[in-house]
């Protein structure tokens, strides 16, 4: 079995009450049809962990290169997408992966990234 990171992109900035949904009533289904999601593929025996992120601009970069560390409030990049939250999955193949990040993205309405780990660690 292969640990892939399926990661969900959204928009930078939301801009109303509801995170990007069109309404409350998409945004509640959307959050139920991804905690379905979610139970299926624990279940399944997939899962391995998953969580959301808080809005990028709560992101610190820390540059540790240098000979004190650096500390820069907000995210790495300026970008008009952002990872808004994620899935580490552990399963038998890229084909499974994929079939699982249609069905993450249909659950939460967004785009998921599909990417392996490298199997260094």
């Known amino acids: ?3 892939y990171l399926m990661s969900v992109h959204g928009p930078a900035e939301v ?3 509801f ?3 069109g309404s409350k ?7 139920a049809d ?3 999601f979610n139970d299926r593929i624990k279940e ?3 899962w391995v962990f998953a969580g959301g992120l808080a809005p990028a601009t709560t992101a610190t970069v820390v540059d540790g290169q240098g000979e004190a560390p650096v500390v820069t409030d907000g995210p790495y990049l300026e970008t008009k997408e952002v990872i ?3 899935w580490v999955i552990d399963v038998p193949d ?6 699982l990040a249609a069905d993450a993205s249909r659950a939460c309405r967004g785009k998921v990234e599909v990417r392996p780990f490298d199997g260094l660690a």
């Open 1 to 3: 079995m292969t640990n």
């Open 25 to 31: 009533e998409e945004m509640e289904q959307s959050f």
């Open 94 to 99: 890229l084909a499974t992966a994929q079939g």
């Open 15 to 17: 801009t109303d009450e």
């Open 19 to 21: 995170y990007g949904y």
């Open 44 to 46: 399944e025996g997939y």
């Open 84 to 86: 808004g939250g994620f």
């Open 34 to 36: 991804t905690g379905a």
